[in-house]
């Protein structure tokens, strides 16, 4: 079961499992569709009404897939769903995921914490009420440790010495938006449910994910939403749309911010690896998923080069950063759960951004009219 089939993740991973051979049942209250909207944007690369992708990918995958519209904070809804079809394993991406969103203003804060916390909530409680042996594998982030001068552990508990004495703790964590701080209690309020009820879990930390392809990804038809406005878009991609605009690239600030990146195929990969490589009954598993340490200013960097291969010539430009974050900070996250899993990296940023610019090319026309979504409009202080 994936909470959020139709986000940039969510239908990705439904088309993986799909084609595996595995029955998907997707949730989605369409949130993400209406809140692009409402910031005056369209995902870059046109996408299909829910029904009729769902039944492109149905062709293609032997009907696995079956779709249920409904929204997570509805305790009854998912506690009908998981009853009816008894999820082997539940993926849930159903959370607001955009940090700037959530910095808009105070509703657009509440909306974030309620929506994300509460959905949560409900669906632990739902699988306890339904009595199933469920693995739940839930997207957190890299950034619910924010940017510690120490190395970021992969573990959920960590051990300390206060005053002389010594005892386990939950591994700090500092997020740098109030989107980010949901995910980090989010993961404290999984770690309580793990501890009452046994609930076998995956909490994965993820980087910022690029790209537009997977395996699977092979047509136009079966694409999914990619965003590149200040509000929804992430960096790499919202570089490699500026490039095709002729807009410069925008590091934020000094532009020494580094993050763990990953494309959509190896996050694809990953997920896959950890839904058929449970952790044991009852374990809580703590997942950093990323693959290439690099800054904003590198990337932009590996735009441009890449862009240049393809006759655009992109500029460079660090903007006023809206966000308080560091820009020149010590990085070094562990990462051992996925390699002990076999996990081999396929794609690297440097060779994944040509394809994503021509991809994005045959729609530069329609993109034109969004220009005025390209730079922040919301200051974070
Ligand atoms: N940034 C720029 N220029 C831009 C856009 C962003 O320099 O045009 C910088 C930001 O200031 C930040 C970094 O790039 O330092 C990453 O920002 P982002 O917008 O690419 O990603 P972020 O807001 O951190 O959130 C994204 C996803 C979120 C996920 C997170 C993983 O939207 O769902 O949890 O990446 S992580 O970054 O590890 O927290």
Redesign the pocket.
């Known amino acids: 079961m994936i909470l959020g089939i139709d986000g940039y993740l969510g239908w990705p991973l439904a088309l993986r499992m799909a084609s595996k051979g595995y029955e998907v049942i997707g949730i989605d209250n369409m949130a993400t569709r209406k809140s692009v909207e409402e910031v005056g944007s369209i995902s870059a690369l046109p996408i299909k009404s829910m029904d009729e992708r769902v039944k492109i990918a149905n062709k293609e995958f032997k009907g696995k897939i079956t779709f249920v519209k409904g929204d997570i904070t509805d305790y009854k809804l998912i506690c009908d769903t998981i009853k009816e079809h008894t999820p082997e394993t539940i993926v849930h991406f159903a959370?607001q995921?955009?940090?700037?969103y959530s910095m808009i203003d105070v509703n657009h804060a509440t909306y974030t914490m309620r929506n994300n916390i509460n959905g949560t909530i409900n669906l632990i409680y739902a699988i306890r009420g339904a009595d199933l042996d469920t693995h739940v594998v839930k997207?957190?982030?890299?950034?619910?440790?924010g940017t510690p001068k120490f190395d970021i552990p992969e573990a959920p508990f960590v051990d300390v010495e206060i005053k002389g004495k010594r005892d386990k703790i939950t591994t700090p964590k500092w997020g740098?938006?109030w989107?980010?701080w949901t995910?980090v209690h989010d993961t404290n309020n999984l770690l309580f449910a793990n501890k009452l009820w046994g609930i076998t879990m995956t909490d994965i930390?993820?980087?910022?994910?690029y790209g537009t392809r997977t395996s699977e990804i092979k047509s136009e038809d079966l694409f999914t939403r990619f965003d590149f406005d200040?509000v929804?878009?992430?960096?790499?991609?919202?570089?490699c749309v500026?490039a095709i605009l002729g807009e410069p690239?925008?590091?934020?600030?000094k532009?020494g911010?580094i993050?763990?990146f990953l494309s959509l195929q190896d996050s694809m990969d990953a997920l896959t690896l950890l839904i058929e490589n449970k952790p044991k009954t009852g374990e809580y598993r703590s997942v950093n998923q990323?693959m290439e340490l690099l800054s904003?200013?590198e990337?932009?960097e590996i735009v441009k080069t890449e862009a240049a291969k393809l006759g655009i010539d992109a500029k460079i430009k660090?903007?006023e950063?809206?966000?308080v974050?560091e820009?020149q900070h010590h990085y070094n996250p562990e990462r051992t759960v996925l390699p002990s899993l076999g996990f081999k990296l396929k794609v690297q940023m440097k060779d994944a951004i040509g394809e994503i610019i021509k991809d994005l090319l045959p729609n530069k026309n329609r993109l034109e009219n969004y220009k005025d979504v390209?730079l922040?409009k919301t200051r974070w202080r």
Not at 97 to 100: L, T
């Open positions: 959370e995921r955009s940090a700037p997207m957190g982030t890299m950034g619910e440790f740098g938006s989107y980010h995910k930390m993820q980087g910022p994910v200040a929804w878009g992430t960096v790499v991609n919202r570089y500026e690239l925008t590091p934020y600030g532009g911010q993050r763990g990323f904003v200013n990337i932009a660090n903007v950063n809206p966000r974050e820009e390209l922040p």
